[in-house]
């Protein structure tokens, strides 16, 4: 809808002048005949509207029939077309007034055609049509039982394992997968050598390769063991929690800025990021997770620390990129409660519920009622609260808890700070006073320069500060003789008068500027020294005068003969008390204007040097918060996904395809989100921890079970191993929703250790390798190539890093052209990735070239590409050419045998030793120039950009 | 069984691969990167060249912020007339402008053959009016700047979809082996920035190679294309990485990962070679140069800009945006801000056009310029004009499109669209239909569903068609 209702009407006018009569004013058939309706209204319909709203019609256009009687009294997606005997309440006339919508949309018929319609439903929409005549559809309504059968809408169970189908099977993943393999016919792939497995294993657990150190203990010892030893080493390290977050991050469309067309600085995401490393790697059950993702800011908590994690998860629901200067904003909130629904369905469900907000899901057993029930719960919640500038919105924030001694130090702060801007408005005030003479030497009768008569050339100035009126004005001393400037003034009583006059002195005016005053005793003339004033600020007295009431006052200001600026501003007369008590305040009160002023200066220092001081503010999340509760309501559908368009009222409530239990909530504690946070992790959901389990797997088998792992619905695709998949999330729910049982339990399987080998005849039998006969070959993520690259040069800084945007102002990036967001790439700087800031629209062409996630939508499966672009940035890029220089003198400088240094390259980059072949390839290459820092920079360089780095054989 | 010969450099081919063991033996199912096939029926999109294509390509004048179309296409005598009076009629929600009609300086007058209508803010446009098609009853979703040019470029006023041109590589692939076929000249980091020239959720090839940013040229390269040291130097860089991924190839036996990503590294290499000269402006004539306005600062970057999409366009590359940067949005200031714009874009794109047509590229070009929205008829401040999306002009030029042409009109004071009305979804569909796509079949299945780059909307506007 682009038109408000006035303007619609006012554009009504507008077409009827450009369209012209269609119709004869004036019909001649009552409004309740046949006639009327054969003559004016069925040519209309069939014209106008039945190319879309007819059986024959390519697309019926909202599910609304025109061609028969039923059809109008039935309607379509917004209810019926007409109400006979109410033109008013008629969907059909205010669509065709371009109010409710715009029909037709070709054009708008002419008034005298609307008017029709109006007078034919007031007179009870006669239609002679056969009210049988076509058979009428209604919307097609979604069996839901039907939608149930649907394997992932069925409850989770537990199938009995096969027994030992295969000679290494040791627990459920392996007899499941060796029985399919089996049955396929396909004799898997033995184990993959020990150094492949490690560096899999590495990568996969931490997201950084195996050091050195670790891969020569490893091949001293390549048992089951020592193997066991190694995945719990790993699960219990720092950078799992680190590699494991990142994952989430992906799904929660992390980032550190806004992005979209106001790039705001999201100054307090990195405290999710933050959450995410801690509950990963203290292994919070992950149906807490998803609680606090979804209602942490509803949760009770029994202690700071727990209430401060569960206010920094729900930043989950705020993270996604906005369109923050949509001016509409009842629209702009149906689209972040869209995005919130959408990222809540598919993080969570694997169900693409954004299609529902339009029509029922085309694909999925996703009624739009089931939609609105969840809208109403987001809307319900307040994630966008004010502005940061005008119609650009800002988001919601929550103080977090903080210590007794941070509260204390706050509050004796804020306390000192309140005393002391107190003692500064008292001082300001005694500045006024004292300053009050300048109100005092505004007495008597001031004619400003604005009201004189000007006689040549004037330039307006306000640049010195002390001027009365808005300014002041100055020959621009040239055109000597040809300016002056006349200033009238009516005196209201006989007498004499002191004339001054204002101008601001300085050291470029004239010494010499020739006044002329007339006065009752005739003309006189004086000259004034503009160089300086003789009353403090701004004046200087021309004398004495004597002034009639009868004859105007008249003093002039010219440039005849000066040299140097003549200025003028204003001209004064004052009686003589005006002078006395003037005079009293111009020279009694400087002294206590200085003091004052002294005084002021004094306290402001006190309060920067207090505010130097300052403790920490108290810290905020980035959290959403319910609406109060008398704005806490249901949601209507919004037909078409209108803002405008508005249906029925949906009680808050969840998919009813999900379970056949209660989908709606009986009586919500707010605006539903705790119920649905409850909802979500019911151990009978039957798609949470099946979807959750299955990204698992994919993080470290290559592919989902099911591979569409953001789609479980109808157009995803159908797991591979639905009985494993089952068996895992039955045991992830009893568990207690544990992750690092359930990953050790898959890289302690054979199926994860197996060789990725080619092999042409089982490839044949499953090219894709569903049934997992070898492992996946598998890309290496941005952030492990660029933190294998640092770790090869010996550079990787493990600690991590915080307030990443602390420096950044409201906006990262103003929409100018004078951007300097740019500059945040902070590729260089040898942490972790995931504690470097995340911008959205400057994402580090690196990490982008080699498919980091776009933190604009949520990316399940990141793609792999291979673009030249990625190879450039590998081979050209000045900042990995550095990594590659010191990796280089490090491997130079670490022994004096070539064969050492060799063999440390190899280990430190690509994690294997040097076999036959790697050898002679080196030999050939550094042919009698085996200390060239250049042949290695170079060797190195090529190792960083080959396949084998980057990928996971 | 390893032979080396290396006489400095690696030679390319035939390092330790027997002749039994070629990769060309090796070869899977070719991955070309940027594919110079269309899109087929197999990789999701239901072909595409259903329509006979009138254009190979398009050149986008993007002018970022919005340009005044009562002040250069859309001639209001009313305007004129009752300036400083009050609009007759209600100003849509959420404006800043008060209602007090603004004629702009600029003379309007009658141009060339047709009579077309243009101002004297663009007199080198004006000049060759009979070659301009103008659509004068465009409107567009967004009062701000961020949804409009959204839509303009993405036909998504919110949420994260597709750039046009991505959609135009993902259907057409490049006409050139070694260049991308999408190609965004001087792309403002504001407003969305890189999403506004994105894949999103298509193959990421087909996200526009970013030329310069912010309406500048900059140096005028690919990034990445040249590194630091010696070109011997990367060129052996290049061919040892190739010789590991190969003995990679081999240890791993079939794999389509490496595989694509020796082509991948193949087709850097040779835009190395390719790329330096296409993109050398520097190659052109001084005549050429100084018709683009080269030599002088004000037309300097728009000029070389509009010069090398003319050199890109000739190599193959099918969509090319050329960013004024966001310079056009005069909420003050409308005779300063827009003569200034003006000035630094009229006179290379007049060249472009001149250019094109000596050429022989005129006729399968199309080139469309326009901003992500107009600007009100009203007052907004002394001198300035807010946004209009309510109804705005766009002018399409190339052989596809009727020449001396004006389509549309908005109403008398030029602030709606109101005859034959064109939505930017139409444009876009009128866009692909002259490459020969039909917009309704251009599909990509993304999270569950078939998206669209004009989503369930968009009209094929025949009318404008030569």
């Known amino acids: 809808m682009f038109f408000s209702t006035a303007a619609a009407r006012i554009l009504r006018v507008l077409c009827v002048a450009t369209v012209g009569l269609a119709s004869s004013a004036v019909a001649k058939e009552p409004a309740d005949s046949v006639e009327f309706f054969e003559n004016r209204i069925r040519p209309v319909l069939v014209e106008h509207c039945f190319k879309c709203h007819s059986v024959d019609a390519a697309e019926i256009g909202g599910s609304l029939l025109l061609d028969s009687s039923d059809g109008m009294f039935i309607g379509g997606d917004s209810g019926p077309a007409i109400t006979p005997g109410d033109a008013e309440a008629s969907i059909l006339v205010s669509a065709i007034r371009y109010e409710s919508s715009e029909m037709p949309p070709e054009g708008k018929l002419p008034d005298e055609v609307v008017d029709d319609f109006a007078r034919w439903i007031a007179a009870g929409a006669v239609d002679p049509r056969k009210s049988t005549e076509p058979t009428v559809r209604g919307p097609n309504a979604i069996d839901l039982d039907e939608g149930r059968k649907f394997w992932a809408f069925r409850p989770l169970r537990l199938s009995e394992a096969p027994t030992d189908p295969l000679v290494a099977s040791r627990g459920i993943i392996d007899q499941f997968i060796g029985q399919a393999l089996v049955d396929a016919d396909i004799s898997p792939n033995s184990q993959s050598d020990a150094l492949k497995r490690l560096r899999r294993l590495a990568f996969d657990l931490t997201g950084l390769p195996p050091s050195v150190e670790l891969q020569n203990d490893w091949l001293a010892d390549p048992s089951p063991s020592h193997w066991i030893q190694i995945v719990d080493g790993m699960l219990a390290s720092p950078a799992f929690g680190e590699h494991w977050a990142r994952h989430w991050m992906d799904i929660a469309r992390y980032a550190d800025s806004n992005g979209s067309d106001f790039n705001a600085t999201f100054h307090e995401a990195w405290r999710y990021r933050d959450y995410l490393v801690r509950s990963f790697a203290a292994d919070r059950p992950f149906d807490e997770m998803i609680r606090q993702q979804i209602a942490g800011d509803l949760m009770t908590a029994e202690s700071d620390a727990e209430r401060h994690d569960n206010l920094v ?11 923050l200067s949509e001016r509409d904003k009842p629209k702009l909130e149906l689209d972040v409660v869209d995005e919130q629904i959408d990222t809540i369905g598919r993080a969570f469900m694997g169900l693409t519920l954004g299609c529902a907000r339009c029509h029922d899901h085309k694909f999925d057993p996703v009624p739009t009622e089931d939609y609105y029930a969840l809208a109403g719960i987001f809307k319900s919640t307040v994630s966008l609260e004010g502005e940061s500038q005008e119609y650009v919105s800002t988001w919601q924030g929550t103080p977090l808890p903080t210590s007794n001694e941070h509260r204390d130090a706050i509050a004796k702060y804020e306390a000192e700070k309140e005393s002391l801007d107190k003692a500064i408005k008292s001082a300001e005030a005694d500045v006024k006073q004292a300053s009050a003479t300048n109100e005092a030497q505004h007495r008597g009768i001031i004619v400003d320069d604005s009201a004189a008569e000007k006689t040549g050339v004037w330039k307006d100035s306000n640049y010195i500060k002390q001027f009365i009126g808005t300014g002041y004005v100055h020959d621009d001393n040239s055109m000597k003789g040809e300016a002056s400037i006349r200033f009238v003034a009516a005196i209201p009583d006989d007498g004499e008068y002191e004339v001054r006059i204002a101008y601001s002195p300085g050291a470029s005016r004239s010494a010499a500027v020739p006044i002329t005053i007339e006065t009752a005793d005739g003309e006189e003339n004086v000259t004034i020294d503009e160089r300086r004033v003789s009353i403090a600020p701004m004046w200087g007295s021309l004398g004495k005068f004597r002034f009639m009431k009868s004859s105007p006052a008249v003093v002039t200001i010219s440039n005849v003969g000066t040299t140097g600026y003549v200025i003028a501003d204003a001209v004064q007369f004052l009686s003589r008390e005006e002078t006395n008590s003037s005079e009293n305040v111009a020279t009694g009160d400087p002294t206590a204007l200085a003091k004052a002023k002294a005084r002021v200066e004094s306290l402001r220092n006190d309060l920067k040097s207090l505010q130097s001081s300052a403790p920490e503010p108290v810290p905020v999340a980035m959290a959403p918060a319910d609406r109060p509760s008398h704005e806490i309501a249901d949601s209507v559908v919004h037909i078409r996904g209108d803002i405008r368009n508005l249906g029925k009222s949906v009680p808050r409530g969840f998919l009813r395809v999900c379970g056949g239990g209660q989908a709606t909530i009986e009586n919500p504690r707010g605006s539903g989100r705790l119920e649905l946070a409850d909802w979500l992790t019911d151990p009978d959901h039957p798609l949470v921890a099946r979807v959750f389990v299955n990204r698992v797997w994919m993080h470290l088998m290559g592919e989902g079970i099911v591979r569409t792992v953001d789609n479980f619905g109808s157009r995803g695709e159908l797991p591979s191993h639905p009985e494993l ?4 999330s039955v045991e992830f729910i009893r568990s207690g929703w544990h992750i690092k049982p359930l990953i050790r339990q898959i890289v302690c399987s054979t199926a994860y250790q197996r060789s990725s080998q080619y092999d042409a005849q089982k490839i044949a039998i499953d090219p894709e390798n569903r049934l997992w006969w070898r492992m996946h070959r598998r890309r290496l993520t941005a952030e492990s190539i660029r933190e294998s690259m640092l770790s090869s040069a010996g550079i990787l800084d493990h600690s991590p890093a915080f307030d990443l945007m602390a420096g950044q102002k409201v906006l990262v990036s103003g929409n100018d052209n004078n951007s300097t967001a740019d500059q945040i790439d902070a590729i260089g700087v040898p942490r972790r990735s995931i504690y470097l800031p995340l911008v959205r629209g400057y994402l580090s062409p690196m990490m982008t070239a080699l498919d980091a996630a776009d933190p604009d939508l949520l990316v399940g499966h990141r793609p792999t590409t291979n673009v030249p672009g990625q190879a450039l940035v590998l081979i050209n890029s000045p900042i990995v050419a550095e990594w590659a220089r010191i990796t280089s003198q490090r491997v130079v400088t670490s022994s004096t045998d070539f064969e050492d240094q060799i063999k440390l390259a190899y280990q430190s980059c690509l994690h294997r030793l040097p076999n036959t072949d790697d050898r002679e390839i080196a030999d050939a290459f550094f042919a009698g120039d085996r200390s060239s820092p250049d042949r290695w920079h170079q060797w190195i360089a090529a190792m960083f950009a080959s396949t084998e780095f980057r990928l996971l054989d | 069984m390893t032979s080396l010969n290396f006489d400095g450099h690696f030679s390319r081919r035939g390092f330790g691969l027997t002749s039994s063991m070629t990769l060309g033996s090796l070869a899977v199912s070719g991955f070309t990167p940027w594919s110079t096939a269309p899109a087929s029926e197999s990789n999701g999109s239901p072909a595409t060249l259903r329509v006979p294509p009138r254009a190979k390509r398009v050149i986008f004048l993007f002018m970022h912020g919005g340009p005044s179309h009562v002040d250069t296409f859309d001639y209001k005598p009313l305007l004129a007339r009752d300036d400083g009076k009050p609009l007759p009629f209600a100003l849509p929600p959420n404006l800043n402008a008060s209602p007090t009609l603004l004629n702009g300086p600029w003379n309007f007058s009658q141009r060339g053959q047709s009579g077309l209508w243009v101002s004297d803010l663009l007199p080198h446009m004006a000049e060759r009016a009979d070659s301009l098609c103008v659509i004068r009853s465009m409107h567009t979703k967004g009062q701000s700047h961020g949804q409009a040019v959204g839509m303009v470029n993405t036909g998504s006023d919110n949420l994260v979809r597709p750039s046009v041109g991505a959609w135009v590589s993902y259907a057409l692939g490049s006409g050139h082996p070694d260049l991308p076929a999408h190609v965004a000249i001087g792309p403002a980091t504001a407003h969305g920035g890189p999403r506004n020239y994105g894949a999103a959720f298509l193959p990421a090839m087909h996200q526009a190679t970013a030329i310069g940013s912010n309406g500048n040229f900059g140096k005028g390269i690919i990034p990445y294309l040249d590194g630091i040291g010696e070109s011997a130097s990367i060129q052996e860089r290049f061919d040892l990485v190739r010789v590991f991924n190969e003995r990679h190839l081999i240890r791993a036996g079939l794999d389509n990962e490496i595989q694509g990503a020796i082509d991948a590294v193949d087709l850097a290499s040779r835009m190395r070679s390719a790329a330096p000269e296409v993109f050398d402006v520097e190659r052109e004539t001084q005549a050429t140069r100084t018709a683009y306005g080269i030599h002088e600062k004000a037309t300097r970057s728009f000029g070389e800009s509009c010069l090398l999409a003319r050199r890109l366009a000739e190599s193959g590359v099918r969509f090319i945006t ?117 917009h309704e079949r251009l599909t990509y299945p993304y999270a569950g569903r078939d998206f669209r780059l004009t989503d369930v909307h968009g009209r094929v506007v025949q009318e404008v068609l030569s």
């Open chain 1, 313 to 323: 998860a729900s930043t989950f629901l705020m993270l996604g990129t906005k369109m």
């Open chain 1, 725 to 728: 998949l089952d068996a895992l």
């Open chain 2, 322 to 438: 050329i960013s004024s940067g966001q310079v056009w949005d005069q909420h003050g200031n409308l005779i300063e801000g827009h003569g200034k714009n003006a000035l630094a874009t009229d006179r290379p794109i007049a060249a472009l056009m001149d250019d094109l047509k000596q050429r022989g590229m005129w006729d399968d070009t199309l080139i469309v310029w326009g901003g992500e929205f107009g600007r009100t008829p009203v007052v907004q401040g002394k001198n300035g004009r807010d946004h209009n999306p309510q109804g705005f002009t766009m002018v399409l030029a190339g052989g596809a499109v009727k020449g001396g042409f004006a389509y549309g009109e908005t109403d008398d004071y030029g602030y709606y669209a109101l005859r034959d009305r064109v939505h930017m979804h139409d444009l876009h569909a009128t866009m692909l239909h002259i490459l020969g796509i039909d």
